[in-house]
């Protein structure tokens, strides 16, 4: 399994060479060796210590593994840098306690800090955190009420505003609900406070604008979080113009290190007079090029919402607080139909279109639309995929293969944490419930799967997004039951979604993603050999090195210890 090179051969002495260690190499058979060899950003060995060492020269850098795990670099396949990246440089809420008094102190802390601010903005608010998972007006007018509060939940499908916010946006009793959303109100038809999808628009359409600049420093910061978990490429699921000209501004002044696709975001209230202009922003960042560090070839289409608030689209309604069925069975964010024409039209014109289904209508409305495509223009190499997937109809499954639409799961949610016992099960008839986050029945029927985290919804730490995945048991309570046992993947497999399954919706599995004679070296190192390792506690395993084409981009503190150069 050698690649070029013996001492001092064709191309000279390696950079850098890592021995003793377990390269999961995630090839086509998952083959695990013990040392690689990499020049000028590449990898030109991968075998055993022997297998590198005629490639060692005066120079070359040296790393003893001593047992610790290689992997390509880890590709999220559905995340949010720029949002996560605003909340860093505002009122972040996401790691902090799940409880009321702590998210108005911290509220209260930051708006006392930022006296001069005209709005106050955050997110990363956990729904179990309040009764029915809607937060109320009155607390956050205790803690600010001179200024317009707009505080979005972890998963941005919601916002919690206070008065001056509602009085500022015209929302009152007689203010009818937009056709996308909902207002939360009380038993007098009072706006509490709450504004579910669409209607977080009517607040968040007057929240004054981020500059360039503010976006692409809150860029700069989310990739060096997202370098710190051994990420090194992802998608961004929502990139608006604004957006766009972030990444921009932050590749101009050469501060994008991660290879990103960009994700451009589709206006559901219009029809498909966009593409044109999506087509210009993609000519704007370069055409399909595995070496750029920034496409903007896929298009995202929100085609429903949550279940948590009743918006995702699903063919069985939901039930009430007493357990009998509504007359709701979520939204359909795109006309079916309308979603048949755009899709096909997107794929015509060359892009990826990346799909928000978490409900199993939505999944099956998604999937028809890839379909109609398909049939439109015939195969492609667009390369669709499905997001979220929370329930999937079992008539569904064998269809992403047939379709070649790719599974992009996010692991972290398959587990009994509040927000699936308290705000998901209780309001799902128990046979539909039993269909969620369905990982290991979509693989047995041939779908590829590719891995997201959908952060800052839920954490980036692949590591934990694994331990999930093989165990659907939540990290931050090892003790609760499995969720759902059967539909657990391997450890491998579950790497795999994060390595070469998402490199392969980022059009990038030709160039990364695999430990192959080559390939750009994206790696990252682990501080075990995650394959000895026990599959319980998968997530407390810590990145130590990160590299993109060979170049440190992430070195924990303590990643000298046992490794020698």
């Given at each position: 399994m050698t690649g070029a090179g013996g001492g001092g051969g064709v191309g000279g002495p390696a950079d850098l060479v890592m021995t003793g260690g377990s390269v999961m190499t995630m090839d086509a058979a998952r083959r695990t060796t013990a040392a690689l060899a990499l020049r000028a950003g590449r990898i030109v060995a991968v075998g055993a210590d022997a297998d590198v060492e005629p490639l060692i020269g005066p120079a070359t850098r040296r790393i003893a593994l001593e047992g610790r795990t290689v992997l390509p670099g880890f590709q999220d396949a559905h995340v949010h840098p720029g949002i996560a990246g605003l909340a860093l440089l505002r009122c972040p809420l996401h790691d902090l306690p799940r409880r009321l008094d702590e998210y108005t102190a911290a509220i209260e802390r930051y708006a006392e800090a930022n006296p001069d601010r005209p709005w106050i903005l955050g997110d990363g608010w956990y729904m179990e955190a309040f009764p029915g998972?809607?937060?109320?007006?009155?607390?956050?007018?205790?803690?600010?009420?001179?200024?317009?509060?707009?505080?979005?939940?972890?998963?941005?499908?919601?916002?919690?505003v206070n008065s001056r916010a509602l009085a500022i946006a015209g929302i009152a009793r007689d203010t009818p609900d937009p056709p996308d959303g909902r207002i939360e109100r009380d038993a007098d038809?009072?706006?509490?406070?709450?504004?579910?999808?669409?209607?977080?628009?009517?607040?968040?359409?007057?929240?004054?604008?981020?500059?360039v600049d503010d976006r692409a420093d809150g860029l700069e910061l989310a990739q060096a979080y997202l370098h710190r978990l051994g990420i090194t490429a992802w998608q961004d699921a929502w990139v608006t113009p604004e957006d766009l000209d972030a990444y921009?501004?932050?590749?101009?002044?050469?501060?994008?290190?991660?290879?990103?696709?960009?994700?451009?975001?589709?206006?559901?209230?219009?029809?498909?007079?966009?593409?044109?202009?999506?087509?210009?922003?993609?000519?704007?960042?370069?055409?399909?090029?595995?070496?750029?560090?920034?496409?903007?070839?896929?298009?995202?289409?929100?085609?429903?919402?949550?279940?948590?608030?009743?918006?995702?689209?699903?063919?069985?309604?939901?039930?009430?607080?007493?357990?009998?069925?509504?007359?709701?069975?979520?939204?359909?964010?795109?006309?079916?139909?309308?979603?048949?024409?755009?899709?096909?039209?997107?794929?015509?014109?060359?892009?990826?279109?990346?799909?928000?289904?978490?409900?199993?209508?939505?999944?099956?409305?998604?999937?028809?639309?890839?379909?109609?495509?398909?049939?439109?223009?015939?195969?492609?190499?667009?390369?669709?995929?499905?997001?979220?997937?929370?329930?999937?109809?079992?008539?569904?499954?064998?269809?992403?293969?047939?379709?070649?639409?790719?599974?992009?799961?996010?692991?972290?949610?398959?587990?009994?944490?509040?927000?699936?016992?308290?705000?998901?099960?209780?309001?799902?008839?128990?046979?539909?419930?039993?269909?969620?986050y369905p990982f290991r029945s979509l693989q047995r029927a041939g779908a590829r799967l590719a891995g997201g985290s959908d952060w800052t919804v839920s954490t980036p730490n692949v590591l934990q997004e694994v331990e999930v995945a093989v165990n659907r048991i939540s990290p931050e309570d090892r003790s609760a039951p499995p969720f759902l046992p059967g539909e657990a993947i391997g450890l491998v497999d579950a790497l795999a979604a994060f390595t070469i399954g998402s490199a392969y919706v980022n059009h990038l599995d030709d160039v990364t993603s695999s430990i192959e004679p080559g390939k750009l070296a994206d790696l990252v190192v682990l501080d075990r050999d995650v394959l000895a390792a026990d599959p319980r506690r998968i997530g407390d395993t810590r990145v130590m090195l990160t590299f993109i084409e060979g170049e440190v981009v992430h070195e924990a503190a303590d990643a000298g210890v046992g490794l020698a150069s």
């Amino acid at each position: 399994m050698t690649g070029a090179g013996g001492g001092g051969g064709v191309g000279g002495p390696a950079d850098l060479v890592m021995t003793g260690g377990s390269v999961m190499t995630m090839d086509a058979a998952r083959r695990t060796t013990a040392a690689l060899a990499l020049r000028a950003g590449r990898i030109v060995a991968v075998g055993a210590d022997a297998d590198v060492e005629p490639l060692i020269g005066p120079a070359t850098r040296r790393i003893a593994l001593e047992g610790r795990t290689v992997l390509p670099g880890f590709q999220d396949a559905h995340v949010h840098p720029g949002i996560a990246g605003l909340a860093l440089l505002r009122c972040p809420l996401h790691d902090l306690p799940r409880r009321l008094d702590e998210y108005t102190a911290a509220i209260e802390r930051y708006a006392e800090a930022n006296p001069d601010r005209p709005w106050i903005l955050g997110d990363g608010w956990y729904m179990e955190a309040f009764p029915g998972g809607t937060p109320h007006r009155a607390d956050l007018d205790r803690v600010v009420s001179d200024r317009p509060a707009y505080i979005v939940n972890r998963d941005m499908h919601g916002a919690w505003v206070n008065s001056r916010a509602l009085a500022i946006a015209g929302i009152a009793r007689d203010t009818p609900d937009p056709p996308d959303g909902r207002i939360e109100r009380d038993a007098d038809g009072e706006p509490t406070g709450t504004l579910h999808e669409g209607a977080r628009d009517l607040v968040g359409r007057l929240v004054p604008l981020p500059s360039v600049d503010d976006r692409a420093d809150g860029l700069e910061l989310a990739q060096a979080y997202l370098h710190r978990l051994g990420i090194t490429a992802w998608q961004d699921a929502w990139v608006t113009p604004e957006d766009l000209d972030a990444y921009r501004r932050l590749d101009a002044r050469g501060g994008l290190t991660a290879r990103v696709v960009a994700a451009l975001w589709w206006e559901r209230h219009r029809g498909d007079d966009q593409v044109d202009e999506m087509i210009e922003r993609r000519r704007s960042v370069g055409q399909h090029n595995g070496a750029r560090r920034l496409r903007a070839t896929t298009v995202k289409i929100m085609q429903d919402g949550v279940a948590e608030n009743y918006t995702a689209a699903m063919i069985e309604p939901y039930l009430d607080a007493d357990g009998r069925p509504t007359g709701n069975r979520g939204l359909s964010q795109v006309d079916p139909a309308a979603l048949k024409r755009h899709v096909a039209r997107l794929d015509a014109a060359g892009f990826q279109v990346h799909f928000h289904a978490l409900g199993d209508r939505a999944v099956r409305e998604s999937l028809d639309a890839i379909e109609a495509a398909r049939r439109a223009n015939g195969p492609s190499d667009t390369r669709h995929h499905l997001a979220h997937l929370q329930i999937v109809d079992p008539a569904d499954a064998p269809r992403f293969k047939a379709l070649d639409a790719t599974a992009n799961i996010q692991p972290f949610w398959a587990c009994n944490d509040a927000q699936m016992t308290e705000l998901t099960l209780p309001f799902l008839r128990p046979e539909r419930a039993a269909l969620q986050y369905p990982f290991r029945s979509l693989q047995r029927a041939g779908a590829r799967l590719a891995g997201g985290s959908d952060w800052t919804v839920s954490t980036p730490n692949v590591l934990q997004e694994v331990e999930v995945a093989v165990n659907r048991i939540s990290p931050e309570d090892r003790s609760a039951p499995p969720f759902l046992p059967g539909e657990a993947i391997g450890l491998v497999d579950a790497l795999a979604a994060f390595t070469i399954g998402s490199a392969y919706v980022n059009h990038l599995d030709d160039v990364t993603s695999s430990i192959e004679p080559g390939k750009l070296a994206d790696l990252v190192v682990l501080d075990r050999d995650v394959l000895a390792a026990d599959p319980r506690r998968i997530g407390d395993t810590r990145v130590m090195l990160t590299f993109i084409e060979g170049e440190v981009v992430h070195e924990a503190a303590d990643a000298g210890v046992g490794l020698a150069s």
